[in-house]
């Protein structure tokens, strides 16, 4: 048990440190490439270390010692507008994004009690699709009724409202006798993903082609162009529903045990069956709503952590967390150099993953552990 304890520790100490590696990559390079010394530089330069900007330019970017006064200001400004306002919202968003899916999917597969469960699997990804169509296609009108400052943020409030919806709709469908059948609420989730995805073919076939361009792009995923109110919101609604997983992952180890012996153990079982859909829905739906469609993160992270240290939610929920957002991280900083989705990247490196993890789980009934 302590020599268990200790690789999980150690495990996750590993994953901080590459998290950390791979945010600062994801600084470094992408469309245009700054090497450690300019990069620290231009933070030396917003704090004041300089006196001018001739001086900052001339030891730094030597390229624009022959612009004038006015094109030096607009190449600083330029240059810190590169960092601050589209790198760290990016890198923060990915992170955030990250977490948001390797949580949900370690405990939607603990509700679920099967490693193939996906947090798209109870329709909260469709239905923040029908939402985001919904935005794009007819969005002229619903700005009549939304006030103005709320402009930006209408595809994101429809497809968080969608995924909500379906949710809902995939909870009451699984009600038998007043309580919460898991197997029910799974087939319920195909059955609303179904019909989501004939409502968004329906929508596809009728819009422009500006339109459908849109829904292409945000369907694919987009981490790029997040502003701090994006991240100031994402950041509040994730992190604490991250926080409220933290405090229910001891009775997710319970629950493990079986409906009727948690009950006998003293657990709340409904409740909790109620608070884990509630708290990936959220996770899952802001995520979904802000950033567009990333596929896999929430079915191949947990995995992966159970493969390392085993089914214990103590570590596996962190872990989980931790790994998203390293994947999320890479598939972006790999979107960008060859300059495709981020979703085209995350349903490469998991697709394969799903085909063996099916393979691997033949013949055995419920949940690997």
Excluded at 117 to 125: E, L
Excluded at 253 to 258: K, T, V, Y
């Amino acid at each position: 048990m302590v020599q268990s304890s200790k690789k999980s520790n150690i495990v996750l100490i590993i994953l901080v440190a590459v998290l950390v590696l791979m945010a600062t990559a994801n600084l470094f390079f992408s469309y245009q490439d700054f090497s450690i010394s300019q990069m620290i530089e231009i933070f030396r330069y917003k704090i004041g270390a300089y006196n001018n900007i001739n001086d900052f330019l001339s030891i730094n970017f030597e390229a624009a010692n022959a612009l004038d006064d006015e094109d030096k200001s607009y190449h600083l400004d330029s240059l810190t507008h590169i960092l601050f306002n589209l790198r760290l919202p990016s890198i923060i968003m990915c992170i955030l994004v990250g977490l948001g899916l390797g949580s949900s999917g370690a405990i939607l597969q603990g509700l679920f009690r099967n490693p193939l469960v996906d947090p798209g699997f109870i329709g909260v990804s469709s239905g923040a699709g029908v939402g985001a169509i919904l935005g794009i296609m007819f969005g002229h009108f619903f700005d009549l009724y939304f006030p103005e400052y709320l402009g930006p943020f209408l595809i994101s409030i429809l497809a968080v409202s969608g995924s909500f919806i379906t949710t809902i709709i995939v909870y009451k469908m699984s009600k038998v006798y007043n309580k919460t059948n898991i197997m029910v609420m799974l087939l319920s989730g195909i059955a609303i993903n179904a019909l989501a995805g004939s409502i968004i073919g329906f929508l596809i076939s009728v819009s422009s082609d500006e339109q459908m361009r849109m829904f292409t792009f945000w369907g694919m995923g987009n981490l790029e162009s997040k502003n701090w109110t994006q991240i100031f919101i994402s950041s509040i609604l994730i992190l604490c529903s991250f926080f409220m997983v933290l405090k229910i992952k001891k009775k997710l180890d319970i629950f493990m045990l079986g409906d009727a012996e948690a009950y006998q153990l003293g657990l709340n079982v409904e409740y909790l069956k109620k608070k884990i859909i509630v708290i990936a829905s959220v996770m899952v739906g802001v995520s979904v709503a802000f950033c567009g469609m990333i596929g896999f993160i929430g079915l191949v992270t947990p995995h992966l952590i159970r493969l390392l240290i085993g089914p214990k939610h103590n570590y596996l929920i962190p872990c989980s967390a931790l790994l998203g957002g390293i994947l999320i991280l890479l598939s972006e900083l790999i979107a960008k150099k060859i300059n495709i989705p981020i979703g085209v990247i995350t349903s490469a490196i998991g697709a394969p993953f799903f085909i063996w993890l099916i393979f691997s789980q033949k013949g055995r009934i419920g949940y690997s552990e």
